[in-house]
């Protein structure tokens, strides 16, 4: 069985980071974003650790690039971006703003020590955008 189709039929928002992805991708022979959107899932976002990440639906393509931060620490950088990248959709915010701001809090949570020292209010990530030249839309 394909279980990337498998997850499709049943997640709204798939999350993969390069490496899984790269598999995924490889094992369904290809062509998996249109497989996974057309098998049942909302989004596929695919990160891209220092790069970025790109957010794909039936309707758009997003990609948005690498926001420099000192490294300190990438423990729990993947769990904030999907935490965000959820909220961001609760909210109802578009594609472009959601991959923004997920990006956003996720390249945070990268100059802060261990899993939890990055976590921050919408206000902070929203600051933090703001100092580093980027607006939601």
Same mark, same amino acid.
């Given at each position: 069985?394909?279980?990337?189709?498998?997850?499709? !039929?049943?997640?709204?928002?798939?999350?993969?980071?390069? *490496? @899984?992805? /790269?598999?995924?991708?490889?094992? &369904?022979? %290809?062509? +998996?974003?249109?497989?996974?959107?057309?098998?049942?899932?909302?989004?596929?976002?695919?990160?891209?650790?220092?790069?970025?990440?790109?957010?794909?639906?039936?309707?758009?393509?997003?990609?948005?690039?690498?926001?420099?931060?000192? !490294?300190?620490?990438?423990?729990?950088?993947?769990?904030? *971006? @999907?935490? /965000?990248?959820?909220?961001?959709? &609760?909210? %109802?915010? +578009?594609?472009?703003?959601?991959?923004?701001?997920?990006?956003?809090?996720?390249?945070?949570?990268?100059?802060?020590?261990?899993?939890?020292?990055?976590?921050?209010?919408?206000?902070?990530?929203?600051?933090?955008?703001?100092?580093?030249?980027?607006?939601?839309?």
């Amino acid at each position: 069985t394909d279980w990337g189709l498998e997850a499709a !039929k049943t997640a709204d928002i798939l999350v993969h980071n390069e *490496f @899984s992805f /790269a598999r995924m991708d490889k094992k &369904m022979g %290809g062509d +998996s974003i249109r497989k996974l959107l057309e098998g049942g899932a909302e989004m596929v976002v695919v990160t891209l650790g220092k790069d970025g990440c790109e957010v794909y639906t039936e309707e758009e393509k997003v990609k948005v690039g690498e926001i420099p931060v000192k !490294k300190v620490d990438t423990t729990g950088a993947g769990d904030t *971006f @999907s935490g /965000a990248l959820i909220h961001c959709r &609760m909210k %109802g915010l +578009s594609v472009k703003n959601t991959a923004l701001f997920a990006n956003a809090m996720a390249s945070r949570s990268i100059a802060y020590l261990g899993p939890t020292g990055g976590v921050a209010t919408e206000e902070t990530v929203l600051n933090f955008m703001k100092d580093q030249g980027i607006q939601l839309q």
